[in-house]
């Protein structure tokens, strides 16, 4: 964890040319703050692939930040894979973030050759060699899918060891489930970088319909303070920036070796967090 820090955003890929050209946009404003990456996601069962090529390879080649795709397993071939790894390594493409992946609604069941992450790691690994660095998943309060929380830290472990490189964490409001989960993979022998994943709070329904989705536990005085402000947009962006900026800052005065913030393809609420850290640029 001593590593040096890096800082760095998420896009997702859009449905329509008017979304891709405003994502262009807040790219090259962020990209003024000169972050370490972006990381662009993909859609579930590989529903955003070419979306996704498309816009990593734009933002890499043309907004000039080196730009990490998500990969997933679930519902992609081998030569699928294969045929992506050639594409983006060809491309100069260097940092690729490896995930099982979601299922695509009326998926009953994993599709595709890979089924976990790990061996979606092990399969980039024995196909392109060290050419990528390799991040992956890591669920402090536990994916929500797992059976429990032993064997969700022991899936975080296989991950590792079948070859990452270093971890990026689904978003929290709990510093404290971060560094517990730090310290139960380092007495593992886990000791890669895993950077807390931070989610600005700008629209409290949305962020709890998400959030009970992934598994992400808004503090109870978060949420009651989060209603009490009802439609005033205002004071709940306010109070959001206020309890994710202080959260950073204990994570980074803790140890965490950087962070990587989920835009939702908007730069305003990320960068206040960032100027009030005072993070360079």
């Not at 790691?121 to 929500?144: K, W």
């Not at 920036?241 to 994570?251: F, T």
Request: hydrophobic share 40%; net charge negative.
């Amino acid at each position: 964890m001593s590593q040096e820090r890096r800082y760095s955003f998420e896009f997702f890929p859009t449905k329509t040319e008017a979304g891709h050209e405003k994502l262009l946009n807040v790219a090259r404003q962020l990209a003024s703050y000169n972050p370490d990456f972006f990381s662009c996601t993909y859609g579930a069962g590989g529903s955003t692939r070419d979306r996704t090529l498309n816009t990593v390879l734009q933002l890499d080649g043309e907004v000039k930040v080196p730009t990490a795709p998500h990969l997933s397993c679930v519902g992609d071939s081998k030569a699928e894979l294969r045929e992506l790894l050639t594409l983006y390594k060809d491309a100069g493409i260097k940092r690729i973030v490896a995930l099982r992946g979601d299922l695509p609604s009326g998926m009953g069941m994993a599709s595709g050759e890979l089924r976990y992450a790990n061996e979606l790691v092990e399969f980039i690994r024995n196909e392109t060699g060290d050419h990528f660095h390799i991040e992956i998943a890591a669920y402090p309060e536990m994916h929500p899918q797992a059976r429990n929380f032993e064997s969700d830290i022991a899936n975080f472990v296989r991950k590792a060891k079948a070859g990452a490189n270093s971890a990026i964490t689904q978003y929290f409001f709990n510093a404290d489930s971060y560094f517990h989960f730090v310290e139960r993979v380092q007495k593992l022998g886990v000791d890669l970088p895993i950077v807390p994943g931070i989610m600005p709070i700008t629209n409290y329904s949305k962020l709890a319909r998400f959030s009970d989705a992934c598994g992400a536990e808004i503090p109870r005085w978060v949420r009651k303070q989060l209603e009490a402000y009802g439609d005033d947009v205002e004071s709940i962006q306010a109070f959001g920036q206020q309890v994710i900026s202080e959260m950073c800052e204990r994570l980074l005065e803790g140890g965490a070796p950087g962070l990587h913030f989920y835009t939702l393809n908007q730069a305003d609420p990320s960068l206040a967090i960032w100027n009030n850290l005072k993070l360079p640029r």
